[in-house]
């Protein structure tokens, strides 16, 4: 059964850098899809990117310029850095799987348990 | 971006009574090359990550009671739960998988 962990700081300053990283346990890294997702305290969901196993990224617009989505498959790992964060960005940061597609995407079928980051100083 | 809307935002229904949860996108999400809706369904609970229950609009996740159900096609999709039960309480979101940005509706909060 694959597992996802992610870790890092619970508390980050406004205008630092957000990371985070997503250890994969159970399963390869390989041909699969790997999103971080955020959700704000009482609110709904938001997709922040994806890097599939190849390394290829996709960011949401929303974010574009202070996101990056990064792999490491030797340690079946991926992280996440934002930039210039605001408290706007406090959220539970979720890491998520999704299998591959002929087409186009699919949908998250695995996720961590989630990690709070509060942006404050 | 396509913006999934989701109706009511809360609904309080009895135990073993049914439940209906509207999702609309603001465009088709029907991939015609496989007559396939890219629109997965989600239930979270207190505390927990969203879990999927759905996919492909209709298609049950392994596991997962087949009192939930989806329905819908296009542009307007349903999830129905045929009789409550205590532990269907949670937050239901849907999602489009079409196309970047991936984007939830906002949710739906089922109570007893």
């Known amino acids: 059964q694959v597992q996802l962990q992610e870790s890092g700081p619970g508390l980050v300053k406004p205008s630092e850098t957000l990371s985070l990283t997503c250890t994969v346990s159970?399963?390869?890294?390989?041909?699969?899809?790997w999103s971080w997702i955020r959700q704000p305290p009482g609110k709904g969901l938001e997709w922040i990117g994806y890097?599939?196993?190849?390394?290829?990224?996709n960011y949401s617009p929303s974010l574009q310029g202070r996101v990056t989505i990064s792999l490491d498959t030797s340690k079946n790992q991926f992280s996440l850095n934002l930039r210039s964060v605001i408290a706007a960005d406090t959220a539970v940061y979720y890491c998520?799987?999704?299998?591959?597609?002929?087409?186009?995407?699919?949908?998250?079928?695995?996720w961590g348990q989630g990690t709070l980051v509060t942006v404050s100083s | 971006d396509i913006v999934m809307t989701q109706s009511p935002d809360s609904l309080a229904v009895s135990l073993g009574e049914r439940a209906t949860i509207n999702c609309k996108s603001s465009?088709?999400?029907?991939?015609?090359?496989?007559?396939?809706?890219?629109l997965a369904w989600y239930q979270q609970k207190p505390g927990q990550p969203p879990k999927l229950l759905i996919y492909?609009?209709?298609s049950r996740e392994s596991g997962v009671p087949d009192r939930l159900s989806g329905s819908g096609s296009g542009t307007d999709f349903t999830l129905t739960i045929s009789s409550l039960q205590a532990e269907d309480v949670a937050v239901y979101y849907c999602q489009q998988y079409y196309t970047t940005p991936l984007t939830f509706g906002g949710g739906t909060k089922v109570e007893i």
């Open positions: 998520a799987r999704s299998p591959p597609s002929v087409t186009t995407y699919s949908p998250f079928d695995f």
């Open positions: 492909w609009a209709t």
């Open positions: 890097i599939y196993y190849t390394g290829s990224t």
């Open positions: 159970g399963g390869s890294i390989s041909s699969y899809f």
């Open positions: 465009q088709s999400i029907l991939y015609s090359s496989n007559n396939k809706n890219y």
